[in-house]
């Protein structure tokens, strides 16, 4: 082949692949007009629940079965004060709360609500001495159970723990999933972002009152900039045309975009108490008037982590089962990330069967008084 036709050949190959790839783009774009009306029919949630409890702008979702509960101990989702707590129960196949409901715990799960102006004042002392201490009298009242197993994501998890030193009788079984609580590790940009040295929350707080939604959203984006801001959006593209992975990309976009403030005084404290003087650790942490004592949890621990979590770290919660004084603890660390601990399809095909059987060996068998049917 002489050298005049192997470059006409590379040519009309490159020519074909330019039209070939112009008219997928077309096919692609002309999809976009779509992507409004079908974001508009994501669903926030997709276990059928009830609301069983109310104060201010907190409500306790119940969920409900066909089937009476198997076991006695109820079990309450404690879910950050950033986003909303619908992660936990995306969709259909990617829903932590399906897999407890299913095999017949009486679930519940504290939607904290959207803050407004009035709350900035709102501290730790309100949520885990009050909110929380109200939520769980009202499930032990309604269940006739004399304690609850309790689950707590991220920052609800650092919450969990706190409320479980100072009200152990109340807790039968405390889940910490992907829970900051040794904050002198510097793995993470977010204990470097909110040093003391570079951050002064008080000047923040005093300015902004509460935490507005988009400081948050902007910091999270910031952990991974290029996969945020140029391989999702790129990916998105290419695989315009998989109905499938379009679903979940919008539904997954959902949540991540759904961020709501946070009460400022809580968000001083668990910057400047936490982040910068790590004082839950060093049995230091004021919570009002109490102060916490890991120590004090004596009840059964389960400890998830994410090996990929970018920000919490596995540094970050892997002391926690050194500091309690629980003779039954044990640490599940799982090869995902923060959110993928949640909706990761290899989380729900190997993760959550196993933190079921954790929890129902632990959990007293029977139907509860209120169960699942109510």
């Known amino acids: 082949m002489s050298t005049a036709n192997a470059w006409q050949d590379l040519w009309t190959s490159w020519a074909g692949a330019m039209i070939d790839e ?13 992507l409004w009306e079908k974001a508009q029919r994501v669903k926030k949630g997709a276990t059928p629940s009830e609301v069983v409890y109310e104060e201010d702008r907190l409500t306790l979702l119940h969920y409900k079965s066909d089937a009476p509960a198997a076991y006695r101990t109820p079990l309450v989702f404690v879910f950050a004060l950033v986003n909303r707590p619908y992660i936990l129960d995306l969709k259909a196949g990617k829903s932590v709360v399906e897999h407890f409901v299913r095999l017949g715990f009486d679930t519940y799960l504290v939607d904290w609500g959207v803050p ?6 709102l501290t730790l002392d ?4 009050g909110y929380m201490v109200n939520v769980l009298n009202h499930v032990r009242e309604r269940t006739g159970s004399e304690n609850v197993s309790v689950l707590g994501y991220c920052m609800g998890g650092s919450m969990s723990a706190m409320f479980t030193a100072l009200h152990q009788d109340m807790v039968r079984n405390l889940i910490l999933m992907a829970a900051g609580i040794d904050f002198s590790t510097r793995d993470g940009l977010l204990n470097l972002w909110t040093g003391p040295d570079v951050f002064d929350v008080d000047k923040f707080v005093d300015a902004f009152g509460n935490v507005p939604p988009q400081f948050l959203q ?3 984006l910031m952990l991974k900039p290029v996969q945020n801001f140029i391989e999702k959006p790129l990916n998105f593209l290419e695989r315009l045309e998989e109905d499938e992975f379009v679903e979940e990309f919008l539904t997954m976009e959902g949540w991540l975009n759904d961020n709501i403030p946070i009460p400022g005084e809580v968000y001083r404290e668990f910057v400047k108490f936490l982040y910068q003087q790590n004082r839950l650790v060093k049995g230091t942490m004021p919570v009002g008037r109490h102060v916490v004592n890991l120590r004090n949890i004596t009840c059964p621990v389960l400890n998830l982590m994410a090996r990929k979590d970018d920000l919490v770290p596995c540094s970050q919660s892997a002391p926690f089962n050194d500091l309690v004084g629980s003779a039954d603890r044990r640490t599940i660390e799982f090869p995902a990330g923060h959110i993928g601990l949640a909706v990761g399809g290899k989380a729900q095909r190997e993760l959550w069967p196993q933190v079921c059987d954790w929890l129902a060996a632990r959990s007293v068998p029977g139907v509860g008084s209120a169960g699942n049917a109510s």
């Open 22 to 34: 112009a008219a997928a783009a077309a096919r692609r774009m002309s999809r976009l007009p779509l």
């Open 116 to 121: 407004i102006d009035a709350d900035r004042c």
């Open 126 to 129: 309100d949520y885990v001495n």
């Open 218 to 220: 902007n910091m999270f």
